[in-house]
């Protein structure tokens, strides 16, 4: 039982000479049960054991009272009441009593049977005489047993010692007894056995020790205690999971209570609190109920009495209600709230971290790569020895880790705690995380929906590829700068907050714009440390480290490099801080690295969109500004270049959206600076493409800004307004409000500008849209854009051109424009483009050439210059807008060619094309090919071939569609073709005309026109007739008579005639 | 007592209106009555009624945090403008207001005072080193250990030593303040942060007592 009393029990310090005394814990407690235990089975199980008699007696303070020992076998003897049974050697009586005070005695016994009678006596209150006991006799094995069993550190074979003393002298005894039986034997005997005894006695003592040493040890390890380390993972954690989201975030906030200093310890109380166990004070402010503060004590988490109104920054430490092992059960009990959010929290942010970690491992792996390939060229040796170098440089950060660790200087406060926190997170993660368990790294690679992808303007892979060629280039030779910016990397590693801030500067002083420095700042591990400086409390160190960032990420590989380490996650946290140059600066950065799309959607799902959204609120942008409302412009502006890079991702419009940026974006919009302007307006036609955004920028009146900023001498920023323009003109609302703001003017003159090509492209396409409306194609008339518009046709990038020449498609259909694009030469150009291959412009092109083949002057231009051939051979390709264009064009020219039967014959290989292309699956291809085809059978011998080539059942299979425009040109069509042969008796065959009769239906009158017509042509064979009149079209038709339309009413009234000749005859026949 | 009360009264009056070569007083008249309250606490029981610089240091490291004792020492200093070694009402209110409230310019000037160590207008390269000894995490290994700080010591010369002599006069010091302002401290901290600077403010702020 030593080893246990000395090891496992809690001893106060000693205090006052007087000897330590066993603390009231719960540990103590239960070791003294044990022995107590012990003591009271023990005369009933081993009676020899308990009348072995003490070398010396135990004795200490008792409660017990003369009085106490009543009855048989005590005697009273002056002040003392002992035994009548005396020790085996009869000097000394077995118990003693002694009055030692006024009321206070002392006891001692001599063997552990009186133990046992004492502790009955004592009976309620053993406890605490066995504790007196042991508090006297701090090793009592000594007084049982002598100094020879004394507790001793490390091994004690005292007991070996023994049994070879006993086992020698039984030897001794034996061979005395061979020899001779004397009397000194029998003596003899009798201490063996009573050394036997002892030993007996000594081995129980032996197991009890062992037993109470595993019952300390199991209450022990029950019993964790705090420690800073563990107090601030816990804190840190729960501060991750903070915030104002009511539905995201555990807790409202958790902050350390204080001044934030931290001891060497890791403590952050002060010091006399500290020699309480207190470790910190945490303020907690859950969603439910009022702000608690909660000591963080050694022996656990509780609540303490709050702020005390006497002293500021001082608390009440008095402990309130229980004591919890951890933080997260105090809180559940405390606020019902955080214990349902804990138990459904998504821990987004854990699987962030994951994911980061990793990728940190794969940086440091690709970087010691590239350190070894660096020395490829040097000799063996030099290569061993820097190999030697770097492991001793290795040690070295290890040991300079180790020191931070141990003494944290204030600069690394925030650093280090997420150093040794990382273990706990991860912990706390897997257990999480078994729950839901999605492979992040899986679900990164997986391409995003086909929308997503839809609005990117960058591409990936190809990115990818390019970093990967660079790398290889730059391992070849290092530059100066290399070794340079190493050295001040090893400075803000290695040094405090003065020294990082020097380094920093420094770091500024190199060209950034260099991709050689930016690359030699990754390579050497740099963009970890500053990253991780954006984690800590120092904000001039964020502010520097930030500037440098900002800088580098214009390099593709940079940004990469800063979205894996996890610096996205970082800054956008920062853009909620109060210092607004610091916002600036984490939103500049976030909008030089949000260029690709895995960044952008990393910005968005860490609620980024939603806070660079609130940097727009700024309170006045127009008139004389103070500094202070400057910096908020300032911060406005840099939200706004963060949201236009965020915002070439859908999903990131929608959330702007959301988050409210239109009306604020239009407030913006009214500034008078340039460098506001442009990213406004660049994010207004980047979210554009989306109707809804379109409708927005409509109704919140931003069409004026817009026109007004075309006026503007920044041609990015006309650019921009044009490009807004463009998008949004798809309504015909804005088309009409621009005009009204003045703005086809300022993009008429936009059109002189023909060295920036981007903004032509911008211009002509807001052109080309807003020339869908009637009234704007007057005003362009009388700006003489035609002209200009022409003049562009030649030696342009194909952006400019597909708006250019769709400009011309559009102008051309008001007639006066086709004579002037004529008389501006453009049909020349635009035919040639026909030979082209971008589809876009194609589609443009055909329309164009279509629209201006309407006159015959034109047509005889396009046919000279074989324009027609070209359409037709556009009619094999691939896109069906363009087949389908191209044979609407066709029309036109069919109609207004002269001899256009013999040109459309000369086609080899033309009409069977052609009717081969009414197997498409595209309904405009088909109705435009109908339209194509109804032109073409104008020519009898042209309709010869086409019948020849099938024309009639194909025909009549489209017949059951219920596409007006398809059923107009086909109705058509077939009236075109019914003047062949037997066509029309083939058509009521192919069961054409019960299909027709239902066209009469419709509420399109072109289709009754043309349908009308096609009965007509159909009515003129019998069988036909009975057809349609069992299908009802005589009623229709009769109607149709009464039409306005002259055409429809010939053709009506032709159809009801051959019905009606058909039943005379039929009559005629019956009665003659 | 009255007359006590009058000469606190004149005593602001004169704060509150002072405008010469060291600055003017950037402290509302009811905020300079609580500083001197403040003061008057702060020395009671002192001889002279004046702030000793240990008290001072006290003051600093509860107040704002620091812990460096060169540098508090130094900004006692800078606070001590008669440079009698206690700091009087004067010194007190004039130098927190710097301290709190400066303009760019004033700090510069009270930083460089600062890191001018033997006083003599120029911040030398021992200086430097002085101020900057404690800044990098000593590598046991390295054959000399301060071979880190003398690079620092270079690197700072090649950002601010404008004028190629070897130490930084006022006018480099300026200049490179006001090119790249993170630099004002930049050898140590000896201005208090941003959150210290507010809580202290409220400190001493009307509304802030009226509601506590």
Redesign the interface.
Known sequence: MGQALQRAAQWTSAKGGSGGKLEFTKLNEELLNTIIQWIEGFGAKYPEEAKLSFKSPLTWPSSLRADMLSGAGYTERGEEVVSEAQNDKGDHPLLVLKKSGAQEYMISIMNLEYAEAVLRMASEKKLSEVRSCLEANRDPVVNMLGERFATVEGDDNSIFRFIEEITKEIETLAKQSVNAENEGNTEKQAEIEMKKTQLKLRLQLLRLDQQLLNQSIISITKDVRLTPVSVDGEVSILKDLSGEDDDKCVLDSIEYFG???VFKNGCRAQPWRQLHGDICYLVVKPHDGDTMYITANTSGYYLNNGLDPMK?GDLKYTKVGDSYKDLVTLLKDKSPRFGELIDKQEFALKVRDRDHDHVIDHGGETRSYTEEDDFTHRTDTKRQEKKDKDQ?ED??KQ??TK??KLSPS?KWKALGMEEYNEDEKKDKEKRILRKKRTPTQLKSKTPMGAEDSFSESSTESEEEEESIERRSETNADLPSEYWQIQ??V??LK??????T??????M??FNLAQETCQLAIRDVGGLEVLINLLDTEE??CK??SLKILKEISRNTQIRRAIADLGGLQTMVKILRD??KDLKCLAAETIANVAKFRRARRTVRQHGGIKKLVGLLDCPNVQGTLTPDMEKDVEVARCGALALWSCSKSKKNKEAMRKAGAIPLLAKLLKSTHENMLIPVVGTLQECASEPSYRLAIRTEGMIEDLVKNLNSSNQELQMHCASAIFKCAEEKETRDLVRQYGGLDPLVALLANNSNKELLAAATGAIWKCSISAENVKRFQELKAIDLLVALLNDQPEEVLVNVVGALGELAKDPPNRAQIRKAGGISPLVNLLTGTNQALLVNVTKAVGQCAEEQDNMAIIDKLDGVRLLWSLLKNHNPEVQASAAWAICPCIENAKDAGEMVRSFVGGLELIVSLLKSENKEVLASVCAAIANIAKDEENLAVITDHGVVPMLARLTNTTDDKLRRHLAEAIARCCNWGNNRVAFGREKAVAPLVRYLKSSDEMVHRSTARALFQLSKDPENCITMHEAGAVQPLMKMVGSVDEDLQEAAAGCIGNIRRLALANEKARYS | MATKRQEQTKLIEKLSKRKDKDGQCHFQKPEIEKLIMMFNKYVEGSPHNKLDRLKFRDLLH?MF?M?DDILMDRVFRAYDRDNDNFLNHDEWVMGLSIFLRGTLEEKTKFCFNVYDLNGDGYISREEMFQL?K????K????EDPDE?IK??VE??L??MDHDHDSRLSYADFESTVKE?S??L?????CLP??E?RQAFLNLISEDYHHK?
């Open positions: 001044d934030g200093y500021a001793k040690k070295q040991n300079a020191k931070k204030l050295k001040l090893k400075y290695g040094g405090n907050q003065t020294a801030i020097i380094a920093l500067c420094s500024r002083d904000i001039k502010i520097g109060l210092d | 509860d945090g812990t900057l404690n800044s990098l995490i590598q046991p290994t390295e880190g690079e620092m690197l700072v090649k950002k790249e993170l630099l401290e930049a050898f140590g901290p942060s941003p210290k506590y």
